[in-house]
């Protein structure tokens, strides 16, 4: 018997901005290796420069999906990643008085 679930309407893909997996991959890894913040502009630059173009909807379908995970923050100054919180902070963090 199968579940009556609605559809999932995707949240992060629109037409004409449907990146595939690789971009992701050259996004997070020019991200990753930036030495600071760095903007939109630049990282399609350093993308064109790997040899792996992508238009700018999908360079900011995949900032959206990264922004939306934690991956990702921006600032006046550009985009820069986030790396992923330890074990021991993410408890204090849940466990932490709130203001």
């Known amino acids: 018997m199968a579940l009556a ?3 999932p309407r995707p949240e992060f893909a629109r037409p004409g ?5 690789e971009t992701i991959e050259y996004i ?5 290796r930036a030495d600071g913040p760095i903007s939109r502009n630049r990282l399609l ?3 064109s420069e790997w040899g792996h173009s992508t238009s700018r909807q999908s360079l900011n379908a995949v900032l959206g999906f990264l922004g939306e995970d934690g991956s990702v ?3 006046s100054k550009g985009l820069i990643w986030v790396p992923p919180a330890s074990e021991p ?3 204090i963090i849940r466990s932490g008085k709130r203001l």
Do not use: C, I, M
């Not at 901005?17 to 997996?21: F, H, R």
């Not at 997070?28 to 990753?32: C, H, I, M, P, Y």
């Open 28 to 32: 997070r890894a020019a991200l990753q």
């Open 5 to 7: 679930h609605p559809v």
């Open 17 to 21: 901005a449907n990146p595939t997996l």
């Open 89 to 91: 902070l993410l408890e």
């Open 73 to 75: 923050a921006e600032g």
């Open 45 to 47: 630059d350093v993308l």
